[in-house]
């Protein structure tokens, strides 16, 4: 599939239980009763859960170092956390080191499935676009060294934000830690939920789970 379309997972109730299918089927995968006149399946489809970058100005993204969430994502991975601007360019700060690629340059396959940390309101964009400049020129990033472990993408990004004073974010940027624990953690633990349920339809053609 492409990386920026999530696929469309539908989930409806049957057998006393929840489930999760690629399209609503005209017999149920667990006992194989028709469902062209069941009631009560009250079908609906999974929310989409990652953004294309390009697409989303002025945010936090979240996307694993290598390959996609849908096929490589584990619990193990290593993801790289990066800034969009207000054209949806690429801010972010890797082993070449500081680096903006424009929009219509980004590499689909990269940015088009990405995890939304955070978005500021339209009302917030001129500021944002003021800091980042401010972030990215005054503070001398361009003559940083990358390191694996002590100055990397998200000492980037925890900067910025600090220095953006935006809601609660700024509050939790002095710490990786904390910041995780508040507002990446919470989001991973979703996302591995929805692609456990997508790899199981590949796998079996559906998923079910008894419905509490």
């Not at 089927?25 to 009560?40: G, I, R, Y």
């Not at 903006?100 to 676009?129: K, M």
């Not at 809601?167 to 939920?193: L, M, N, Q």
Request: hydrophobic letters at 35%; a negative charge; proline letters at 6%.
């Amino acid at each position: 599939m492409p990386p920026d379309i999530d696929p469309d997972i539908i989930c409806f109730k049957h057998c006393k239980s929840n489930i999760f299918t690629f399209s609503v089927p005209n017999h149920c995968p667990k006992c194989n009763q028709s469902l062209t006149e069941a009631e009560n399946l009250c079908p609906f489809a999974l929310p989409p859960i990652f953004v294309n970058a390009t697409q989303t100005p002025c945010a936090v993204i979240l996307r694993p170092s290598t390959g996609d969430f849908w096929s490589d994502f584990h619990n193990t991975t290593n993801l790289h956390i990066a800034l969009t601007d207000a054209d949806g360019s690429i801010v972010e700060f890797d082993q070449p080191g500081l680096t903006r690629t424009v929009a219509r340059r980004v590499d689909r396959s990269r940015w088009g499935q990405c995890l939304l940390i955070l978005q500021v309101p339209e009302s917030w964009q001129y500021e944002w676009e003021q800091q980042l400049h401010h972030v990215v020129e005054d503070r001398g990033w361009r003559h940083r060294k990358y390191d694996e472990d002590r100055l990397n993408c998200f000492s980037f990004v925890l900067e910025f934000l600090r220095f953006l004073r935006y809601g609660d974010y700024w509050k939790y940027a002095d710490s990786r830690e904390r910041f995780s624990t508040e507002f990446i953690v919470p989001k991973t633990r979703t996302v591995a939920k929805y692609i456990t349920i997508f790899r199981r339809i590949r796998e079996h053609g559906y998923w079910a789970e008894l419905d509490q």
